[in-house]
């Protein structure tokens, strides 16, 4: 297939624009340094939603995992809030917290589209990514929480020290997925005016008529996301060695 | 030869023009009878049909039909009401008149809606020529290829009434302002090349982030070409105004905008040929213009200092 690609594409009676349109080597030397300042934004703002994103989501799956009867309407609104979050396409969100919230009145700094963009994003994705948490928790056996309560340990403690790093561990790879596509999705910022990788790639589209900085942003895009997921592949097969135990060969 | 050709050519579609065909056949004055007679005769044929002339056989997308793009939707003051078939607005007028110049009637025009990256991508296009205010620049011509330029224009800034940017009235009061521009113009490189602002500028989509971010006090100004910045600021973005126009210089280039073609489509030829005629020899151009432009010229004069 592969092989058939290599061989044929070239031979297309109009490669040559496409060629030119989307794989000329001068153009992406000239696009090159401009795309990568413009993705030191987008790694900004991956780097201060993520936590964020984290904490919020932990905090959503904990409030939706809880069993006092009297906590009911915590539990109702968490599952409203990844209902809701995970329903509007994240680009609504962006406008509607990126524009609407500032436009409420809100002075400089404090209307920047980077930190409103930021907000919207941690909002639908800390919707996803509680789900993934809430998926975690309840994979752990309820006999891990008799186990614990019969120990002595309260509900609360269950949930810290039982629970959660059982859980957790399980959901590295889904959670990776999250991370991934949010790394793309940063990109959504842009439509409120902070000209990050994408964006720059399209202004350089548009300047030389030419979809080479695309591309570039694509591979600066797979330069990252590639080692990372790698990286964790590894981290994640190495725990499963530590704590599994045994290992089937084929 | 081509240049004789041509020039018969043109006599021949004057005289139609203007006596009407059936005093052509007759009463010419051109020197080389049989020439004359048999290009009067080509004309004769091709005003009956209206499927183009003698240039264009053979180049256009649909045989006998011109088919041009523009944008999805088109804006005024460029097509009036999103409806180019209706000839109103700069460019709509425009398109038919050139169409009209290579002997396409209006019905044998045909309208086609794209979008900037549709008209600029490699593979085959959809349209014989594209026009939404493409500006012409050295750097797209490796790309595609443009006609010669039916308008040029200047860059603006529109600011709301009450913002930052109300008072400015040269560039250097212009630096500590916020700039936002449409993604794909040049509106943004003027912004960065010329105006210099402090921090970066923000980018948009459309107008209608950059009247939201305007609202937003997120930007202080965006910056668009003067017919364009007029018609927004009077139609599109409530409260706001053009601040003021920034003049041509040798450092300021004008905006040129030209229709867009597959690179290297021979039909370019004959429309500069039709451009040039009513640029040069029936004013038409000019008077497209005043029609549809004139009301979108006026705004205070920015310094370039």
Redesign the interface.
């Known amino acids: 297939m592969l092989v058939a690609v290599v061989l044929l594409v070239p031979r297309m009676p109009?490669w040559d624009?496409?060629k030119?349109?989307?794989f000329d080597v001068d153009q992406m030397r000239d696009s090159f340094p401009r795309l990568i300042d413009a993705f030191w934004l987008d790694v900004k703002i991956f780097a201060w939603t993520t936590p964020a994103i984290f904490v919020l989501a932990l905090l959503i799956a904990l409030a939706r995992n809880s069993r006092s009867p009297a906590l009911f309407p915590l539990r109702a609104l968490a599952a409203a809030y990844t209902d809701v979050m995970r329903g509007v396409p994240v680009i609504l969100w962006i406008?509607l917290v990126g524009?609407g919230v500032?436009?409420l009145g809100?002075?400089?700094p404090y209307?920047?589209?980077l930190l409103w963009g930021s907000v919207a994003l941690g909002m639908t994705y800390s919707g996803y990514v509680a789900e993934v948490f809430r998926a975690g928790i309840d994979s752990v056996h309820e006999s891990q929480r008799a186990a614990a309560r019969s120990l002595g340990l309260s509900s609360a403690q269950t949930m810290r020290f039982v629970v959660l790093p059982q859980a957790v561990r399980r959901v590295v790879p889904p959670l990776l997925n999250d991370l991934v596509s949010l790394q793309k999705d940063v990109a959504l910022v842009?439509?409120?005016?902070?000209?990050e990788i994408l964006?720059q790639a399209?202004?350089d589209?548009?300047?030389?008529?030419?979809?080479t900085p695309y591309v570039v942003a694509a591979l600066i895009f797979l330069a990252v996301t590639i080692p990372l997921t790698r990286l964790t592949d590894y981290l994640w097969q190495r725990e499963r060695r530590r704590t599994s135990g045994t290992r089937v060969a084929a | 030869m081509k240049q004789r050709s041509n020039s018969v050519r043109l006599i021949a579609l004057g005289a139609a023009a203007v006596l009407g065909l059936a005093a052509c056949g007759g009463g010419d004055s051109a020197s080389d009878d049989t020439v004359a007679e048999e290009a009067t005769e080509e004309v004769v044929e091709e005003t009956a049909t209206g499927t183009g002339n003698d240039c264009t056989a053979g180049k256009t997308l649909a045989e006998g039909k011109l088919t041009i793009a523009t944008g999805n939707p088109a804006y005024e003051p460029w097509v009036v009401g999103d409806a180019p078939e209706s000839k109103e607005g700069f460019e709509a007028a425009v398109a038919y008149g050139v169409a009209e110049e290579m002997g396409f009637s209006d019905e044998n025009v045909v309208w086609v809606r794209t979008g900037?990256?549709e008209a600029?991508?490699?593979?085959?296009k959809n349209f014989d020529f594209n026009l939404q205010q493409f500006s012409i620049?050295e750097?797209?011509k490796?790309?595609?290829t443009f006609s010669e330029p039916y308008y040029s224009t200047n860059q603006a800034i529109v600011g709301l009434a009450d913002s930052a940017a109300a008072g400015a009235t040269k560039v250097s009061e212009m630096r500590d302002l916020k700039f936002?521009a449409q993604?794909?113009?040049t509106s943004?490189?003027f912004i960065t090349k010329v105006i210099q602002p402090n921090t970066?500028?923000?980018?948009?989509?459309d107008n209608a982030?950059a009247k939201?971010?305007l609202?937003?006090?997120?930007?202080d100004a965006i910056v668009l070409d003067l017919p364009t910045a007029l018609y927004v600021s009077a139609v599109e973005i409530e409260g706001s105004k053009v601040i003021g126009q920034f003049p041509l210089s040798d450092q300021v280039g004008a905006d040129n905008f030209g229709m867009v073609f597959d690179?290297n489509n021979p039909l370019v030829e004959c429309v500069n040929e039709a451009i040039s005629r009513m640029r040069d020899l029936t004013y038409e151009l000019i008077s497209i213009e005043e029609t549809w432009l004139s009301g979108y010229t006026g705004a205070p004069v920015i310094s370039l200092d």
């Open positions: 109009r624009r496409v030119k349109s989307f406008y524009f500032p436009g809100l002075e400089r209307n920047s589209p842009s439509l409120i005016g902070p000209i964006r399209g202004i589209k548009a300047k030389f008529a030419n979809f | 900037f990256d600029i991508q490699p593979g085959a620049t750097e797209r490796a790309n595609v936002g993604a794909g113009t943004l490189d970066e500028p923000f980018v948009y989509d982030a939201a971010a609202e937003a006090k997120q930007v690179l």
